[in-house]
């Protein structure tokens, strides 16, 4: 198609969109380095004058949370850390390994029954708030409330849906006569697929597994309802300070989200190119 | 490009799975096609079944009865056939409210986020310089945690926060707006965030549509006489209404279960008067008990949104079968 340059006028609206998308990111990154008596300062103070790390300290530090600590935080964030770190990425490799034999599985062998691309999605339109009730009912009975491996295996029943489409669309771009040939040279079907499909969607799988990571690491409804004392994740304590604290410790809630996106982008730069397809179970393709 | 796979196992599976693909006579004997077949999907299927199959039929038992963790287990809960759904749909304003609600934010995000969407798609089409940096800028607020996007603007809308600061140099000294202590305001703040979050998710599908639309039925319209314009609404986005619809699906489908920002933002307030349907839900039931209420809820949502879904996707689903071929 023609591609013209772009006129002054269409620069001016660009960069206003950019400012508008950049702004609150700016805004966290400020507040994260905010000393205490910036926090909430009125009128809100936009650059501090003396940039601290002092957020980042307190966070991790219990001594320093139960000074500010009113209501009920009193926790430092290391759980979190630890709890977010270990939920996602287990979650996320479960998830990808279950969704890798799936996606081979439906995308050669077709699975048999049409609906069950409907059945998957329904079960994404579900209120997740829904899916929590009988979670906790039925975990309560077996012991599996406030316990990582409850909380895990909700992770990998609920991503792999996006993990088994987003491969398989990768998995539909291999010409399946190179399996084929391997097949002719001996190999048995199930060799076939493992030395062969899955070495040959190395960069696929990446990108989903990062996918997946993004999905996990961003959960909060089922972390919210199923953790008490044992588990916690990133974005649970993060609520948790909004609740008990009417926002007293902006700048360490900052420094907290700081810590949850930073990866997260990272990653999501890493694989944008894959973004639309994982969104759309892999309908789109770039 | 557009795969079926929103509708079925694709037209080119199912027909290969007709003919299965033999290895001539020196294959080894191993596994069996329907065997392998079944060891790969089986534990996803596994899973499947049991966290999700599963905990969803105890919750559709649930919602006919009318059991709550006070009154000890669920199976001496008493049978109440259809109450709970009566109930929600006849007498609860509150449940009526928040599906309006969150119906009136679908309407209202969509609307916007793909306009602005549409809007960057479309200047990503010049040519200019930074244009990769340009783009993964653009991208990233959908890279960002939902709770995480909640709680910046949770900071922004505050009283004496940039927001009110902006608008105070625009509108004069004395707009001292409560963002979260006005029903309207709450939930056009909620709008904005939601719009702030995803509108990339358009500009990043609608633009990938823009790149693959053929150039040859583009050329034939200039070469006829079709100006600009005509080209781009009578030719390109015909061209482009799968895409745009698959993407109002998939956005549909995360808005009617708008929670974690709400959460964050404004936790229903003020009163309940940004109460989305999931934030009702989780009120019902981890606040108030009322499981079995809960439940009723959730299913009359899940059918609600399978029925609209059904809807939108309706006038693409012939073009997408046809694109998978």
């Given at each position: ?22 702004f609150p990111?700016f805004w966290i990154l400020m507040t994260a380095i905010k000393p205490p008596t910036d926090w909430n300062a009125s009128p809100a103070i936009w650059v501090p004058s ?197 926002g007293?410790?902006y700048g360490?809630?900052a ?32 | ?151 910046i603007f949770w900071m922004l809308f505050q009283s004496s926060g940039p927001v009110n600061q902006i608008m105070e140099c625009?509108?004069?000294p004395?707009?001292a707006l409560?963002w ?146």
């Open positions: 198609m023609q591609t013209k340059k772009l006129s002054p006028l269409q620069w001016v609206l660009m960069l206003m969109a950019l400012t508008v998308t950049l990111v003396e940039p601290t790390f002092v957020n980042f300290k307190t966070l991790f530090d219990p001594e320093a949370i139960r000074e500010y600590g009113v209501g009920g935080v009193s926790q430092s964030a290391t759980k979190a850390v630890f709890g977010s770190v270990l939920a996602s990425v287990t979650a996320t490799f479960l998830s990808v390994l279950i969704g890798l034999f799936s996606a081979i599985g439906i995308s050669r062998y077709g699975d048999g029954n049409k609906a069950t691309p409907l059945i998957i999605l329904s079960g994404r339109m579900f209120p997740p708030a829904a899916i929590a009730v009988p979670f906790v009912i039925i975990f309560s009975n077996i012991g599996l409330t406030d316990s990582y491996v409850g909380l895990i295996a909700i992770y990998v029943a609920v991503t792999l849906p996006f993990s088994t489409w987003m491969l398989k669309s990768f998995v539909d771009d291999l010409p399946r006569e190179i399996e084929e040939a391997a097949m002719i040279d001996g190999l048995s079907r199930m060799r076939a697929h493992l030395t062969v499909t899955i070495p040959l969607i190395k960069g696929g799988l990446f990108a989903t597994t990062m996918f997946i990571f993004i999905l996990n690491w961003s959960e909060f409804m089922f972390a919210l309802v199923l953790s008490y004392t044992n588990v916690s994740t990133i974005p649970v304590q993060l609520a948790k300070y909004v609740t008990a604290t009417a007293t410790l360490v809630q420094a907290l989200a700081v810590l949850a996106m930073v990866p997260l982008v990272i990653v999501g730069y890493l694989i944008q190119g894959h973004l639309a397809r994982g969104m759309t179970f892999g309908a789109i393709k770039q | 490009m557009l795969k079926d796979s929103l509708n079925a196992s694709s037209p080119e599976t199912a027909s290969v799975t007709q003919t299965p693909p033999k290895a001539p006579g020196t294959g080894r004997p191993g596994a069996g096609e329907k065997t392998v077949a079944r060891i790969l999907t089986m534990p996803g299927q596994l899973v499947s079944l049991l966290v999700l199959v599963a905990p969803l039929l105890v919750a559709l038992y649930m919602s006919f009865t009318d059991w709550s963790p006070t009154r000890g287990s669920l199976f001496e809960a008493e049978f109440v056939g259809f109450e709970n759904y009566s109930e929600l749909l006849i007498w609860d304003t509150r449940f009526v409210y928040a599906v309006l609600r969150t119906l009136l934010i679908s309407i209202a995000c969509l609307s916007l986020e793909f306009t602005f969407g549409l809007g960057l798609a479309v200047l990503f089409m010049r040519r200019f310089r930074g244009k990769s940096v340009l783009f993964s800028a653009f991208l990233t607020p959908m890279m960002i945690l939902p709770v995480v996007v909640g709680y625009i509108l004069g004395d707009v409560e979260f202590k006005n029903a309207p305001l709450a939930v056009t703040a909620v709008i904005v965030t939601e719009v702030w979050h995803w509108t990339p998710l358009f500009f990043l599908i609608l633009l990938s549509g823009l790149n693959s639309v053929p150039e040859n039925p583009v050329r034939a319209a200039v070469i006829l006489g079709a100006s600009p314009r005509q080209v781009f609404w009578r030719v390109i986005m015909p061209m482009l209404k799968p895409v745009i619809i698959v993407a109002f699906v998939i956005r549909a489908m995360e808005i009617i279960k708008l929670f974690d920002e709400v959460f964050m933002l404004t936790r229903g307030g003020p009163g309940s008067s940004t109460e989305t349907i999931s934030l009702y839900i989780y009120k019902l039931a981890f606040n108030d008990f009322q499981l079995a209420y809960g439940a009723a809820a959730a299913f009359l949502t899940l059918i609600g949104s399978l029925v609209l879904i059904h809807l939108m996707l309706a006038p693409v689903r012939n073009q997408l079968l046809e694109a998978g071929r």
